[in-house]
Nanobody, 124 residues
């Protein structure tokens, strides 16, 4: 199995940018499709972005399209989420997830492995 550790969260102001990272260990990183989810207090965990094994394919939730960019560095076993033009509505715990299946898409159940999350708070 693969172990995932997120980092880079913090407190920022509306309009700021932030990059969060997800470091993977254990199994071959390129065997996994990777994704970001987020969960705000009192809400369900929701899909944010995904990236294919090679990094050539990405997909985004409508709420972040054009503001967030997902990427991965397979040499460093790390995935990133660059978040621009942040708003208070982006405040949440951000989780990275991994799936060995190429069919994994936007559902939580598509992913087998999860990190512990990193808090992102955007003040107005």
């Amino acid at each position: 199995q693969v172990q995932l550790v997120e980092s880079g969260g913090g407190l920022v102001q509306a309009g700021d940018s932030l990059r969060v990272s997800c470091a993977a260990s254990g199994r071959t990183f390129t065997n996994y499709r990777m994704a970001w989810f987020r969960q705000a207090p009192g809400t369900e965990r929701e899909f944010v972005a995904l990236i294919s094994r090679t990094g050539a394919g990405t997909a985004y939730a409508d709420s972040v399209k054009g503001r967030f960019t997902v990427s991965r560095d397979n040499a460093k076993n790390t995935m990133y989420l660059q978040m621009n033009s942040l708003s208070p509505e982006d405040t949440a715990v951000y989780y990275c997830a991994a799936s060995p299946r190429v069919s994994a898409f936007m559902r939580r159940d598509d992913y087998d492995y999860w990190g512990q999350g990193t808090q992102v708070t955007v003040s107005s």
